[in-house]
């Protein structure tokens, strides 16, 4: 648990969305996120309220929601997340290292995620375009994981959980802060879940076991981090292998109640250096490397039985930054960014129960891109209450013609508790290599130009309000324009919404957030788009239990109605989870407890699934009332 000297908690608003992992990159972000209503959950807020996965912190952000297909979670919100959509809109950072591979531009938010939450310092939801910083995919958001310092720490922890359905994580840390200021974090984790029998109504038949899945829903993965960082230096390695056996019928030739096996391995190096130039220059250097693999097979009702998916990518880059403060009334923003996706490679195939593959259907594609940018933002101050904010990126891919990304946006102050901000921008997102293995020549860049206007207001300093309301105009998107798979970039969509958030904080301990969020979106058809609910509603309230010994955190969400891919609407749900945590540490021992689903509902979700229109397929049902134990140990 965080000292009290750095309780995220007891920071002011205004500074707690200016303070970054290395305060060498304080300006910077000032200049690409000021635009924004920046959301944020605290590492006090993730033990509060029992959160385990990134999955579960955003689906406590205002706006936002996932979907879970039994595989992997998807993020959804502001008119996107159509399910199985790998892609997403919006990009998930961890100290600004972007974590989507780039085969699918999936984000692993779920147990395949990179990261333990006891990592993590803070989560930061930046909504609207991000490319004019992070280039290719920060179409719709950005979600950068500030992970904790070895200090916060400042010792070995050792950690285990328990829930239902036979899930144990065991996890082993240490943090030292040493006293020439440089600073160690290392940590390894295991998950290993047993999972539980399902039932699937729409396979309720003799032939399929009535609908039973039984045994196949297991999953396990392990977990690498370290970091080190001394003066301006910093380093950074993850390494996740998750492993998962699906209970699902994933394709119409897939065989119900079968083994469907996943196993994705996510790596990365992060390596930065930061420093002052002098004269009003200041310099962030960054080099990355990044590696993806993923394996899958499934059995399915043909002569070769067992279809197998192979799949790998890996990736270098490197990123330098310019921050100049040479007029008083400006901040200037120099970058130049090149990438290098050298190796994307995709294997599909079918095999026979000896082994044999049926080399007539063997598909193996390889790719390679390299991607060269550069872009400029300013933070111009001319008058005391009033700011303009614009930049401009500038990227070229070796296999696709160039992209602007532009954005401007007026900030005004009348008095210090009100911020108002009205921005435009635009944004894109190259095509992956999924997407160039399908649509073949004919894949695009798809595009998007956005609005966004935002008001902020500090009712004192407890309590604030933020109240935005948006347009996103999505274009070049690839659709079926003859009904026989013949795809072009030629579709449009739209989506408008508004999003209300109240946030307060009392010195007693008492802390609480609610938000509601309405969002109309139009597909490419001109039609209600798919999984796009149109109210969300959140709130969360954490306080200290008399004694101040424990702490416990009620959270609520409500998912309205969403239609499914056959177009069926489904109701609205509301979900409420409790969660039991110790305040103070005694002996080195802290612990916590959670129940998910506390009333137990039974609801359902969109699934990705519509090869048998009228059985049910499109929606699954998901977990009841579910338990989590956590103890921890600092040695």
Known sequence: MAQSGSDLAAVPFEQLVKREVVTGSTLARQISDSPSAVAIVTAEDIRAYGYRTIGDVINSMRGL????????????????????????????????????????????????????LALVERVE?????????????????IINIVTRKGGDFNTAQLSAEAGSHDT???????????????????????????GQNLYFPAYDTPANNHGWAN???????????GKFSYEGFAVEAGYVDRKRTVPIKATEYSVFNAPFTIDDVN???NASYETDLGLYLYSASRFYFGHYAHEGQRVIDDPTPYARRK?????????????????????????????????????????????????????????????????????????DRWSLNVGVRYDKASDLDGNWSPRVALIYQPDFRTTLKASYSEAFRMPNADDRSFYGDGARPEYVAAKEFVVQHNLDRRMRVTGTVYEYRRSKQMVDVSGNADYAAVGSSLARGGELEFEARWDNGVRGKTSA?????????????????????????????PGDWLRAGLEAQYLGSRLTTERRRLGGV???????????????????????????RDYEVVSPFAWAPGTGIDVLRMDGRTYWVQLNVDL
């Open 65 to 116: 929601y996932t979907t879970s297909d039994r595989r992997y979670q998807y993020l959804g919100g502001r008119g996107f997340g159509a399910p199985g959509d790998y892609t997403g809109r919006i990009m998930v950072l961890i100290d600004g290292y972007v974590t989507q591979d780039t085969l699918f531009n999936q984000a692993y938010i779920d147990e395949s995620g990179l990261l333990d």
């Open 215 to 225: 045994g196949i829903d297991d999953e396990r993965n392990q977990r690498f981090f």
């Open 168 to 194: 144990y994580r065991q996890r082993a840390t240490f943090g030292k802060r040493f006293a020439n200021g440089a600073d160690l974090l290392l940590s390894a984790s295991a998950l290993a879940a047993q």
């Open 267 to 269: 790596g990365y190096l």
């Open 517 to 545: 969020a309405w969002q109309n979106s139009r597909d490419t058809s001109g039609l209600d788009a798919i999984n796009s609910p149109n109210l969300l509603g959140k709130f969360q309230l954490t306080s200290p239990l």
């Open 311 to 383: 799949h790998r990518a890996e990736w270098w880059g490197v990123d330098q930054k310019f921050i100049g403060k040479w007029f008083a009334s400006h901040s200037i923003m120099l970058g130049m960014e090149y990438r290098n996706d050298f190796s994307q490679y995709l294997s599909r195939d079918y095999a026979y129960p000896d082994g044999r593959i049926d080399s007539a259907s063997s598909v193996k594609e390889s790719y390679a891109r390299n991607t060269a940018s550069v872009y400029l933002a300013d933070e111009y101050r001319f008058h």
């Open 574 to 600: 509301g979900l409420v989870s409790l969660t039991l945590s110790t305040e103070r540490k005694w002996h080195g021992l802290s612990a916590a407890f959670s129940i998910r689903n506390l009333f137990d």
């Open 125 to 141: 939801y930046v909504p609207g375009t991000g490319s004019v910083t992070y280039g290719n995919n920060a179409m719709l958001g």
